[in-house]
């Protein structure tokens, strides 16, 4: 069975004014059940705690950066996985919450440990949804993001495909915002293409474009097929995972 790990960025689940986008969630959902029912064992990688709990919170509490990062993630994770839970059953798609940290992927007990966890979840059908455990996350210890961390829970899992999910169509020659930029379709290890990253950090997330594309090259180099590609877009995964076309925009990274 092809596994397939979906990582979803928190711009991909917020609107503008920063609340969680209802209808995203439902659409990736939809999305993903079709993955699975096309025969794809599917892991998700979410963001968005820290999104969910600043829009419900609002950022007015008098908290330094760490304890906002804590108490939002606290607050917001709950809200996010109600979301997942409540459209998953629409498919009587059962979930799992796995909240990690850094420790747990370097190879030794805690490693062994986790995975052995995720392949018995993935045994009785359940679909996993991992975050980072941002709560009690150790600063110094955290991932970079949650790029780095789908890079990682693809590699410990073995998977086939990894699709990251941002608000953009992928890695383009130059800034993406001018008009004579163009999007590299397919990207090999052997290419080096970091000089014409134009960096725009995300600005729900940690992560930016020049976080993506070393990630997503490392994890390529290994075997894995990544995938970059604009959640935004209508029913994207299932167009590029399902029925890929010329006309879908995303960059491929191979080997
Ligand atoms: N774990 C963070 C969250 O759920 C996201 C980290 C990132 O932006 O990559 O909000």
């Known amino acids: 069975m092809s596994r397939i790990v979906v990582k979803v960025g928190s711009n991909v689940l917020t609107r503008r004014d920063g609340t969680i986008d209802v209808t995203r ?64 059953r629409n498919y009587d798609i059962t979930i799992g919450q796995v909240l990690t940290m850094k420790e747990n992927f370097t190879p030794g007990a805690l490693y062994d440990n986790q995975k052995g966890c995720m392949e018995a979840m993935l045994k009785s059908g359940v679909l996993p949804i991992v975050n980072e455990n941002d709560t009690v996350s150790i600063t110094e210890l955290m991932f970079t993001d949650n790029d780095e961390l789908s890079g990682l829970i693809s590699t410990m899992m073995e998977a086939e495909t990894l699709v990251i999910l941002s608000n953009i169509d992928g890695v383009y020659d130059g800034d993406p915002a001018l ?22 950090k995300s600005s729900h997330g940690r992560g930016g474009m020049q976080s993506k594309y070393h990630i997503a090259r490392t994890v390529a180099s290994s075997g894995i097929r990544v995938m970059i590609a604009n959640g935004k877009r209508e029913d994207i995964l299932c167009r590029i995972v399902l029925e890929p076309s010329q006309d879908t925009p995303y960059t491929e990274f191979v080997k």
Do not use: K, P, W
Request: proline share 0%.
């Open 179 to 200: 008009l004579e930029s163009r999007l590299i379709r397919t990207i090999s290890s052997a290419q080096d293409h970091s000089g014409c990253i134009c960096e725009s």
């Open 25 to 88: 969630v439902s659409s990736l959902v939809d999305q993903i059940a079709m993955l699975r029912s096309a025969g794809y064992q599917v892991i998700l990688v979410t963001s968005g705690a820290v999104a969910c709990g600043r829009s419900i919170l609002g950022a007015e509490a008098d908290l330094d950066n760490v304890e906002q990062r804590q108490v939002f993630s606290s607050v917001g994770q709950v809200l996010l996985m109600d979301l997942y839970h409540t459209f998953f």
